[in-house]
């Protein structure tokens, strides 16, 4: 059978490269029978396209290339270990727990520990951590380290089985939608191959377990971490379509603060339509899936809160924890835009600047949903870019989780339009921000809007990466729906614009 | 004697006649009027047996009912002392200490709040405030400059830089942050300080350091309110209302010697008082109130004494003494003798024949008496003008047993480390100290990072009290129980961490730092001789201040330098350009999102050029086919 694809593949003009043996599926039998009907198509379109449609058509048959991913998998997990063990061992370790951009005064481990200390000693609540990670700190103080590496452990591997079943559920529509004929014609090249998505849940893991800033946040000990893996088992239990699960991570991670809250719509859309519901307020279904899902939400988060009240006995925590989200008492300077514009607020703007910044984080889930509801893990990578970037007290170790995304949509880099100039500017402000922090703080020599002017560029940066992929998305939509070669009525070739 | 006696009696009703008058109208009048007090000195020296003015005063009133109608007279038992002290130092300033002494035997508590209205030698503003806001006990002081314990040795009555002030209210008192606000304004008005700038967020309730002087065994620590401010600068505006509350003011005795000019060119002036209930006679059947003025000045040989170790009563004061308060009944100068048995450390003119032993401060002291109710002390000039001139090199000085001092660690402007270090330097003793300390909120202290270590070894607190604060609303309280082994440094450490504030919240001078007030170090340090327990003899004031209760040991209170950190500042010019920016960005964000939110997309047609449209417009009407 090797041998008649080639001899296809040479028939077709294509080239050589394309048909390799190695990168062939081990099992390719079924591949003369299914060739017949799409020669057709291929004739018509690019050459580069033909492998992927032939590797495309052979999944139909449930052919897909499943090699085994845990070795690799394995490996880049011994290998971040390594990498945050050393570190941890090193002198390195004490500079970054203190540095601002990894911690915050709400995941300082520090903090915790001086919560932990008081709360022993004196008996006395105190909170800038929630009770719960408060209480866990009581089972991890003695071993932080390995607790820290093994929650980045569980957050990279949930992370890869979340992107492996939503990839697997991406080829699948796909499948139905080329069954159906839904696509134009000239749509080939925006299809996704099993090749190119093969490797993709091992580069998420890949890059949340060795981004730096990740790396960072693991050795500072920052609980950062923590809301991480609460968030990727929310991600990984609602792809799998367990409603149950999906709603008591939710419920740990918005109880750990706040914004995850946001969530709770991607959340019930992905499962509506894993369970084809149409989001249509007219059905009872619809409905009636919704209450469930928010009962199970809402009671989950009660049995936590309430938790917290029978752990410490009293619910001084409520205002301390989440009051210190919201009103935003801690000036301490971190990478959000919150710490510098409430230190020069106006006394009588204060109440009425801090109401508009934190509608800002929780306004965009409305509009974002009515317009990506057939898309919901697009949606659920946006509101956690949304929320990292515009949240009280961000720190990197935010930004390192939906950076973990970018390789599952890196079949929208074709349409991103400034990705470098972007690029650019964050790898810039990641390495100014300790040289300006230096300048200030150390030598003296800089003043605060020099750190501020970074913080403001980090997040302009973000923002245009966020919105940039945003754009992609909808545009590749929008392709996949009208044709990827747009004509003008005259016939000459068309520029697509947002109007 | 008797002949003499009756015939001063006229003259004698006559006086004490127009004083019951002056104080009628309920106003603090103390006789300050000269010739007033100078008859009343006659009377007092001319009639030992009718000395007591009160007895007078009682037959006096019973002559006359309807005065007694009028108003109740105050009861006839309130009796001041002034005394001085002065102590040479080994570094060859020295050390002026005045303390006046007005007790009261009256209650203003108990009598509820008909209170009381007859006001004679106390303070008629301090007794209202005391009686308005039920306290129990009040210790209040100015300081400006640092007491140097180990050049100076211990002061007797300590206090730390700035203001501080402390106060126990009585256990009746159910709001007791309203009653202190309100007193803490109130003080601030009566001594022209900055009190009102005490608020909850400078207030702490210790737990043990701070027990009530006086009687009674307070021990629940929330009617105890203790604030300092470390900043407030003491001059003459806090002086003069000070000196007003002696019944003598300024014009005789002792207070003579108080000329701001004078006092403030000096490297340690510290100004206090402290009223507290005392027992009323040794048996202790009723309580009084004693008010204690204290001043203290530490003149510097090279700014006040031009160099030369020569000093006398009106170089340091450019005053000599000529009378004593009147309304005294005693009023004396100490000059510390000790080191000078033999006369051949200094020379003291003109010398006196005097001589007393006290035991203060754990070690037994001879002073040089001068009763200044006696004549013959002021001498041919009437006046008296001490003379102190060195003759001879001092040696170096014993080392106080215990000190302390503080600093921070640490460089740049995110964190620090805080060190207080103990000194024990009593050679085979161990004993246990508090220590307090009230750190503002706006530095993040981390306790879990305390480590107390002396001689290179870890030294646990046995106890610690640790109050978190609270941001914007209360301070940082840490106090705990260390034990100082026998001559050694005890060290203790504690991380933090400064924050950011909001561009109000800091001071006009926003780079020269924030004060961070002095820790507080109480003791009871071993005693080389045996400390005086009869509370009830005669003993001069400054050696019966604190109570002593063995003899073994005596309390000994240390404050430590208070610190000076900077935090790191936002830039105070542009809060309309921070809020235009950051506003900008969000304003990105936003205007991004809803671009792609609301628009979709479409194919750009572009529009005919204006030409052709007109060409067009002409040809549809002309009736022709478009172009």
Known sequence: ?499 | MAALSRKWDPLFVLVLGSLVFSCKGDVLKTSNDRTESISATKIEESSPQAADLGDLRQSDEAESNEDRKAFTPPPPNDQFQEEMVIRPLYSGDIYASFQFRTQWDTDFLHDGKKAVSHYRLFPKSLGQVLSKFSVRELHISFTQGYWRTMQWGQPFIPSPPGAELWVWFHHTVTDVDGNWKELTNVLSGIFCASLNFIDSTNTVEPSASFKPLGLGNATDHRFLRYATLPREIVCTENLTPWKKLLPCGSKAGLAVLMKSEKLFHSSFHSQAVHIRPVCKDWQCTSTAWELRQTLNVVFDLYTSGQGKKEWSLFKMFSRTLTEACPLASSSKIYVDVTDNPGGELFDLSPSSPLISTAVVLGDRRTYSVYDLTKKETFGQLRSLNLLLRWKGESDDMLRPPLHAERYVSGFGLQKGEIHTCLYNSHPYRAYPVLLLDSLPWYLRLYVHTLTVTSKTRENKPSYIHYQPSKDRLRPHLLEMLVQLPPHSVTEVTVQFERALLKWTEYTPDPNHGFYIGSSVISALVPSIVAMDTNSTRDRPLFSSFFPTKEESSYFMRVYTEPLLVNLPTPDFSMPYNVICLTCTVVAVGYGSFYNLLTRTFQVDEPSAPLAKRLANIIRRLRGVPLL
Not at chain 1, 239 to 262: C, D, H, M, R, V
Request: with cysteine.
């Open chain 1, 1 to 499: 059978s090797l041998i008649s694809l080639t001899s296809v593949a040479f028939l077709l003009r294509g080239n050589c490269k394309h048909v390799r043996t190695k990168d062939s599926p081990p099992n390719i039998c079924g591949f003369n029978l299914i060739l017949v009907p799409d020669i057709k198509i291929c004739r018509l379109v690019n050459v580069k396209t033909v492998i992927p449609m032939v590797q495309l058509l052979n999944w139909r048959r449930g052919l897909f290339p499943q090699t085994k991913m845990a070795a690799p998998l394995t490996l880049v997990l011994i290998l971040s270990v390594t990498i945050r063990a050393v570190l941890f061992r090193s002198s390195l370790a004490e500079l970054i727990s203190e540095r601002v951009e990894v911690v915050s005064p709400l995941n300082a481990w520090k903090r915790g520990l001086f919560c932990y200390y008081v709360l022993q000693e004196n008996n006395i609540s105190l909170f800038f951590q929630t009770p719960l990670v408060i209480y866990l700190f009581h089972f991890v103080v003695d071993y932080a380290e390995i607790v820290f590496m093994i929650v980045d452990g569980i957050t990279a591997v949930a992370l890869y089985l979340a992107v492996q079943n939503y990839n697997k559920n991406v080829f699948r529509k796909q499948k139905y939608a080329l069954e159906a004929d839904r696509y134009p014609h000239d749509c080939l090249e925006l299809m996704r191959s099993p090749k190119e998505m093969h490797y993709i849940p091992l580069k998420v893991a890949m890059f949340y377990l060795l981004n730096p800033f990740t790396i960072l946040s693991c050795v500072a000990k920052s609980t950062c971490g923590l809301n991480n893996a609460v968030m990727a088992l929310f991600i990984l239990s609602t792809l799998k379509g367990s409603a149950l699960l999906s709603a008591i991570f939710l419920a740990l991670a918005t109880y750990q603060s706040i914004y995850p809250l946001t969530l709770f719509a991607p959340g019930l859309l992905f499962l509506l339509q894993r369970l084809y519901i149409p989001v249509n307020p007219c059905r009872s279904r619809f409905w009636f899936f919704t209450v469930q899902y928010s009962v199970m939400f809402i009671g989950s988060l009660l049995v936590i809160v309430c938790l917290s009240f029978f752990l410490l006995g009293s619910w001084d925590f409520i205002p301390s924890v989440y009051g210190f989200i919201l009103s935003v008492p801690d000036l301490t300077p971190n990478i959000g835009l919150f710490w510098y514009f409430f230190a020069e607020m106006f006394e009588h703007f204060r109440f009425f600047f801090i109401c508009v910044f934190q509608i800002n984080v929780f306004f965009y889930t409305i509009p974002l949903s009515v317009k990506l509801k057939e898309h919901p893990v697009f949606l659920i990578f946006m509101q956690i870019a949304i929320i990292s970037i515009f949240k009280s007290y961000p720190t990197v170790g935010d930004i390192a989780l939906y950076m973990a995304f970018l390789p599952v949509w890196s079949h929208l880099y074709r349409f991103l339009r400034n990705i470098f100039l972007v690029s650019c500017v964050l790898l810039a402000c990641t390495a100014l921000f300790p040289v300006l922090w230096h300048l200030w703080i150390y030598a003296g020599s800089a003043n605060s809007n020099f750190y501020y002017a970074i913080t403001l560029l980090f997040n302009v940066g973000q923002i245009l990466l966020v919105s940039d992929y945003f754009y992609a998305y909808l545009r590749r939509e929008h392709h996949l729906s009208q044709g990827l070669y747009l004509r003008r009525k005259d016939g000459s070739e068309a520029t697509l614009v947002l109007k």
